[in-house]
């Protein structure tokens, strides 16, 4: 008789956070007056007050985690401000600027520009369409860059010739999922979590090969923006209500930060949306 071979639980990798700089914006001025992308409704009613404070959790939740966040001031009539992560793509120092789409956003990204210029950043005014770190996500040898709703291809050119890094063309086709950080998060220089359904065929095979080892979202999970989350590493910021990506991150080693960005999800944001990197490498 074979001798019965032991139960051996599988490892789970030590996870290691990495602190981060971050850029946010208080949503003072925070409001629905408009639609620009499928979840926003003028006629739900939003309120900046309920905004505010849970933009204040999602900010203490960050310097408790060790992470330094710096603030820019928020400008009246610019109720989308507080999605700073839109602001532009920072990487070794340098910044790629962000030209809005719709023109309801358009003065935010020389307002952005301005910040970082006084901040010590080289910034590149762009000549492209682009709404930053929405459609652009860095990982360690490379930068994944979303089109099809918001940005031009041509920009993720542009942006590969001024930061010298490679850039990776994603196409998005699912309207509720109108910038890359709404479909796809890093969750280490190496490796990202993901939403297939966001992407086009060819987009998703791309995926496949660059990372094998995914973490694939469900719709569910999703379609509460709940890839639109910040990583250092280990820990994972993340809307609430996505209970089954909060549970696939546990069981791959990683610590989920649940917090409650409910008001600002009428506007179509999240952790991420709120949240723009500024990488000094």
């Given at each position: ?17 990495l ?53 820019i ?62 459609d652009?996500?860095?990982l ?15 920009a ?41 359904g966001a ?83």
């Amino acid at each position: 008789m074979e001798p019965t071979q032991p139960s051996v639980a599988p490892v789970t990798p030590e996870r290691t956070a990495l602190r981060r700089h971050y850029l946010m914006c208080r949503p003072e001025h925070f409001a629905v007056t408009y639609a620009i992308n499928p979840w926003m409704d003028p006629a739900a009613g939003a309120s900046a007050e309920k905004a505010v404070a849970q933009w204040e959790a999602l900010r203490e939740a960050y310097v408790a985690l060790g992470h330094e966040v710096s603030l820019i001031d928020p400008l009246p009539g610019l109720p989308d401000m507080v999605f700073a992560a839109n602001g532009a793509l920072v990487v070794g120092g340098r910044a790629y600027g962000a030209r809005f789409t719709f023109p309801e956003r358009a003065a935010e990204g020389p307002a952005y520009g301005e910040w970082l210029r006084a901040g010590g950043f080289d910034v590149r005014e762009p000549e492209h369409t682009n709404e930053g770190e929405g459609d652009f996500l860095t990982l360690d040898g490379l930068i994944l860059a979303g089109t099809g709703f918001r940005t031009d291809v041509a920009a993720h050119q542009e942006a590969q010739e001024f930061l010298g890094r490679p850039v990776v063309t994603l196409r998005l086709v699912d309207p509720r999922f109108y910038h890359l950080d709404t479909a796809l998060f890093p969750l280490d220089g190496n490796n990202v979590a993901y939403y297939p359904g966001a992407f086009s065929p060819g987009s998703r095979a791309v995926l496949e090969r660059l990372f094998p080892d995914a973490l694939i979202a469900s719709e569910a999970d999703a379609a509460v923006l709940g890839l639109n989350a910040v990583s250092d590493g280990r820990n994972v910021v993340l809307n609430a209500e996505a209970t089954g990506l909060a549970e696939a991150l546990a069981a791959r080693g990683f610590n989920p930060v649940p917090v409650d960005l409910t008001e600002l999800r009428k506007a179509g944001g999240g952790p991420k949306c709120c949240t723009l990197e500024l990488r000094s490498v």
